[in-house]
Structures are given as structure tokens and as C-alpha cells.
């Protein structure tokens, strides 16, 4: 069973303009959530992460939003660049060890 | 380099033979991860080390799956009489902390195998 469900495979974005990628899921013991950002034949590598005693975090350019009530999280990239075109990963965790990711976005930034 | 390295980067196997999948974690990480990722799906966990302690194996899918990290270092996923639905990239990651979801993960690669 898939507890955590990103629901847009793909997302195309004006260079500048802002991303917002979407995340669900139905594990209400989850209280951390996390993003990762994967290239082509790379690993997936963290980009930012969020508690549960939290509804937002910001690092530079992303920020991501917990709506706990909703069981709900998205990711905000701000302005997109060329560079954030990749597969990007929502995970989530209840036990501070396993993450459960859901299937990705990919994201292509438009010149 | 210092990061995750993992060898094969790619593995075609014939269905019924055995694989041995290695993990080199950076320097130091105490936990590391194995995680595997189908085509068009989002890495799922395999299983956890804790140093040299295999503290969760839950998520291995079956008894042909076997992992090891004798020395608390370097581990290995061997996965017996392949079939092709073993067919996956093979993710590992380490943490320098005893657990590891709740701060940053440092994932190699990974391993491609294909069973044909």
C-alpha cells in the first residue's frame, strides 16, 4: 500500500516562474517529511526536510508547507532555474529510521 | 571519492543465478540503508544497519534476499535465484547517525540489475 502518493508524474515550469510540487499521505504517525532531488544515474541527494511540529521550513529558494489536518505537504521552488529540472521525491518517516518515498515528480524547468 | 559508492553499477542477470550487490558508505557512517527502485516508483526500504547489526530486515521481499555488513563497513546485498521481477535499481545510503530518516541519508548510484 502506498502511503505517501505524489499525483503529478511531471511538471513543466517557466525558468523564473515558481514550482510547486504536491505530496499526500494516509500514515497519520508520520512526523517527519522530506525532499529528495534525483539526476539522471545519480542517487537521490536531500534537499529539505520538515517536523511535524512544523507547518513550514524554508531554505533559499524552497520552502515546504505541512498541512498536518489535510495530511499534506508541497514543495515551493522560488524562482525555478534550469538546474531543478530533475525527479524530485517526497519521503516520509514514523520511526526515524525507514522512509517510505512516494513514485516522484519530475520537473523540467523551460528556458 | 567520499560519497556512497556502489558496485556493479549495472548487472544483467539470467533468471535462477545469484548476485552479489556491494556497498561502500562513507567513512565512519554507522547506519546504511538498502533500498530498492523500481521503474517509475520511489526507492522502498529493504533493510537497516546499525554498525555491524542488522536491526531491520522487514522490507526484504523474500528469503532469496540476504544482506550482510560483517565488519560494520562495507555491505552486501546478495539476492538468490534471481527472477525478474528482482529486476530493480538497488539504492544504498548511510547516515552518520544511529538512525538516520530523521536528518540527511547520503545515497550512492546505485546498482541496475536486469533478470533476464
Known amino acids: 500500500d502506498q502511503q505517501v502518493k505524489q499525483n503529478s508524474p511531471s511538471l513543466s515550469v517557466q525558468e523564473g516562474r515558481i514550482s510547486i510540487l504536491n505530496c499526500d499521505y494516509t500514515n497519520s504517525m508520520f512526523d517527519y517529511f522530506l525532499w529528495y532531488k534525483k539526476y539522471p544515474a545519480e542517487g537521490p541527494t536531500f534537499l529539505i526536510s520538515?517536523?511535524?511540529?512544523?507547518d513550514k521550513n524554508e531554505d533559499g529558494r524552497f520552502t515546504v508547507f505541512l498541512n498536518k489536518s489535510a495530511k499534506h505537504l508541497s514543495l515551493h521552488i522560488v524562482p525555478s532555474q534550469p538546474g531543478d529540472s530533475a525527479v524530485y521525491f517526497c519521503?516520509?518517516?514514523?520511526?526515524?529510521?525507514?522512509?517510505?518515498f512516494g513514485a516522484g515528480t519530475t520537473v523540467t524547468v523551460r528556458a | 571519492g567520499a560519497g556512497v559508492s556502489q558496485s556493479p553499477r549495472y548487472k544483467v542477470a539470467k533468471r535462477g543465478q545469484d548476485v552479489a550487490l556491494r556497498c561502500d558508505p562513507i567513512s565512519g557512517h554507522v547506519s546504511l540503508f538498502w533500498y530498492q527502485q523500481a521503474l517509475g516508483q520511489g526507492p522502498e526500504f529493504l533493510t537497516y544497519?546499525?554498525?555491524?547489526?542488522?536491526?531491520?530486515k522487514s522490507g526484504l521481499p523474500s528469503d532469496r534476499f540476504f544482506a550482510e555488513r560483517p565488519e560494520g563497513s562495507v555491505s552486501t546485498l546478495k539476492i538468490q535465484r534471481t527472477q525478474q521481477e528482482d529486476s530493480a535499481v538497488y539504492l544504498c545510503a548511510s547516515s552518520p547517525r544511529l538512525a538516520g530518516a530523521t536528518g540527511e541519508l547520503f545515497f550512492g548510484e546505485g546498482s541496475r540489475l536486469t533478470v533476464l
Open positions: 520538515i517536523s511535524s511540529i512544523k
Open positions: 519521503a516520509a518517516s514514523d520511526d526515524d529510521y525507514k522512509l517510505s
Open positions: 544497519f546499525q554498525n555491524e547489526a542488522q536491526l531491520d
